[in-house]
């Protein structure tokens, strides 16, 4: 069974730049997470997603945005960048019931110049 | 809301020997899941156990066991026989139940296992 795929794996933009980061869950799972990951802050959680629904979400701003498809793949959406949004952003997915636990991709690794 | 608190950033320990890392949690609710989970260099996540919080028992994966006091909030992670592939970051979890899929982590410790 494939695991959970992020794509780009690595992404350099600029200040004032939009960017849209890619995930495909594992087949099957419904539900999707992001985190965004910094050395400071260790992993905090942007948004999830479940059966196309943003189901929960974080505490960042509006700037931050996602998505789900109809397949379950998901896109999260950062427009006006900040040098501060530079990260590690994760896509976990997971079947979305209860003690369930998330299966995490690789990551997409932004760096903002 | 809920918190997880590691209060280890870093620590190290011997090959072949134990390491416990530790992990307490704040919240309100009587039922809910707790998780610890590793992350290597190659920065992957990958899950290494679980705990439900009215299971008594503790979780056990092979090297891999928990103390969960419930009392006391704590979840700490026992490691023996360690071993190089080891070395990576733990982080602690927590999910509370109707939350969706909501995970609260916590800021990790990095661990690493000397030769």
């Known amino acids: 069974k494939a695991g959970v795929t992020q794509t780009p794996r690595y992404l350099i933009k600029t200040r004032g730049q939009q960017v849209t980061l890619s995930c495909s869950p594992i087949?099957?799972?419904?539900?999707v997470s992001w985190y965004q990951q910094t050395p400071g802050q260790g992993l905090q959680f942007l948004f999830e997603y479940f059966s196309e629904t943003q189901r929960n979400k974080g505490n960042f701003p509006g700037r931050f945005s996602g998505r789900q498809f109809s397949n379950s793949r998901s896109e999260m959406n950062v427009s006006t960048l900040e040098l501060g949004d530079s990260a590690l952003y994760l896509c976990?997915?997971?079947?979305?019931?209860?003690?369930?636990?998330?299966?995490f991709g690789d990551g997409t690794r932004l760096s903002i110049l | 809301a809920q918190t997880v608190t590691q209060s280890q950033p870093e620590m190290s320990v011997q090959e072949a020997e134990t390491v416990t890392l530790s992990c307490t949690y704040d919240?309100?609710?009587?039922?809910?899941?707790l998780f610890w989970y590793k992350q290597p260099p190659s920065r992957q996540m990958i899950l290494v156990i679980r705990?439900?919080?009215?299971?008594?028992q503790n979780a056990t994966e092979n090297r891999f066991s928990v103390n969960f006091q419930k009392a006391a909030k704590s979840f700490s992670l026992k490691i023996s026989d360690s071993q190089l592939g080891d070395t990576a970051m733990y982080f602690c979890a927590f999910m509370k139940p109707r939350s969706g899929n909501q995970f609260y982590f916590g800021t990790g410790t990095s661990l690493t296992v000397i030769p």
């Open positions: 705990q439900e919080a009215y299971k008594q």
């Open positions: 087949s099957g799972h419904r539900s």
């Open positions: 976990a997915s997971s079947a979305g019931t209860e003690n369930q636990p998330q299966h």
């Open positions: 919240t309100s609710e009587n039922n809910y899941y």
